[in-house]
């Protein structure tokens, strides 16, 4: 049996329906709205305006994108542990001698974490989370074949470079796809049983030779197909699955853009 990953909701940017409108719009569109809040981030040393940026972001993913487990713990669990965790580092690493001393947060022995060195650890913490979380925008609603194409369809980028992207990109579940075949192989056969570190060690030993076999014999079958199709042979090629560049992509550059900026104006 053939398995394909991306034959279920495949091309959903080329305009197939979807409830929430991220999905629907280009991938460059998504990539090109928050780039130059997150530039820009980079040189902000306040705690508003990070904060509103990821307001912001929480904002456009909370309407625009489906909602999974991965990606509710990724939002409301791993980005605020990720602000306490590195804000508490960097605060740790912060050089008193450059903080303000007027409020003592921790002191032990002759060690003293100040108010200032709390507030400049905090502040890079949301930054680098801002910067993230606007990342998500296209990360969590964009597949990787979508964006190869759209570089391919609207950059012009060469073909021979997008089409190697797609392959790399399906290689990947693939190669997951053989190795569950191969997991649930031995553990019929009752191959390398057990608890423990040990077992788990020889378990994954004996998963190294069955998958660089198969993905020998995978590369083998995408270079046979690519020339029978005469891959490389013309400067450009048909597509199949077109990604368009819409009005409506334009309107959310636009629109994000707008916001960004007066987000920087007024916090």
Not at 26 to 38: E, G, H, T, V
Not at 77 to 105: E, K, M
Not at 132 to 148: F, H, N, R, Y
Not at 209 to 226: N, W
């Amino acid at each position: 049996m053939t398995v394909d990953p991306y034959a279920e909701g495949a091309d959903i940017a080329g305009g197939a329906a979807s409830p929430r409108f991220l999905y629907a719009l280009n991938p460059l569109a998504k990539l090109a709205a928050p780039l130059p809040a997150m530039l820009l981030l980079v040189f902000v040393r306040d705690l508003a305006t990070p904060l509103a940026f990821i307001a912001l972001a929480y904002v456009t993913l909370l309407i625009g994108m489906r909602f999974t487990r991965t990606i509710a713990l990724t939002l409301f669990v791993a980005l605020p542990v990720a602000v306490a965790i590195v804000g508490f580092g960097l605060a740790v690493w912060t050089d008193p001698a450059n903080v303000s001393h007027d409020v003592v947060v921790l002191q032990i022995g002759g060690w003293t974490l100040y108010g200032g060195a709390v507030q400049v650890g905090l502040a890079t913490a949301l930054r680098l989370v801002a910067i993230v979380a606007l990342a998500l925008i296209a990360g969590t609603t964009t597949t990787g074949p979508d964006l190869a194409r759209s570089l391919v369809q609207q950059l012009r980028v060469p073909y021979r470079v997008g089409y190697t992207a797609i392959a790399a990109f399906r290689f990947v579940p693939r190669f997951r796809h053989e190795l569950d075949l191969i997991r649930q192989a031995h553990r019929i056969r009752g191959a390398h049983g057990g608890r423990g570190p040990f077992a788990a060690i020889a378990r994954g030993a004996g998963y190294v030779v069955p998958l660089l076999a198969g993905a020998i014999r995978h590369a083998e079958r995408v270079a046979l197909a690519m020339d029978a199709r005469a891959f490389g042979a013309h400067p450009t090629r048909t597509e199949r699955h077109t990604v368009p560049f819409r009005a409506r992509d334009v309107v959310f550059i636009l629109i994000f853009w707008a916001v960004s900026a007066a987000l920087f104006v007024l916090v």
